[in-house]
């Protein structure tokens, strides 16, 4: 085909863009201050996305609230910068009232991994880069949340 479409954006639709713009500022994103009222665009530089496709009984096993029946279709996933950052930012997100989803874990895939809720209950991955050396099959459940 030569014709090549690609993932470009994911609309998130809220109910105070104010408030998930402080959230999404706090995670780490560059959110522009001014027209907060309708719409927030917050654009990267050539930020690689990627569309993943799981089975429910995939989800189960590293997202804690799809074991629970409180599991979400869309997980919006950011990658920070390492694995200690994926717990720091856990705990300041979660410390600033915002609920934990699913808490930090070594996952099998190899990297860390959590799940915090935004404002409207968006579930938003935070992952660290992979090590393969940590990757580890087969795969067991993540943690429950507490």
Do not use: C, K
């Amino acid at each position: 085909m030569s014709d090549h479409i690609r993932l470009s954006q994911v609309t998130l639709v809220v109910g105070s863009t104010a408030a998930s713009a402080d959230f999404y500022r706090r995670l780490g994103f560059a959110v522009p201050e001014d027209d907060l009222d309708v719409h927030v665009e917050i654009r990267q530089d050539a930020a690689p996305v990627s569309l993943e496709l799981d089975a429910v009984e995939s989800a189960g096993l590293w997202n804690a609230s799809w074991r629970t029946g409180t599991g979400t279709n869309v997980i919006v996933g950011v990658s920070v910068p390492d694995r200690a950052s994926v717990d720091r930012i856990y705990a300041d997100l979660t410390g600033a009232g915002h609920p934990g989803v699913q808490p930090p874990f070594d996952a099998f895939w190899g990297g860390r991994y959590a799940i915090v809720a935004d404002p409207d209950g968006n579930q938003v991955g935070l992952m660290s880069p992979n090590d393969e050396a940590r990757a580890s099959w087969p795969p067991t459940p993540s943690p429950d949340l507490d």
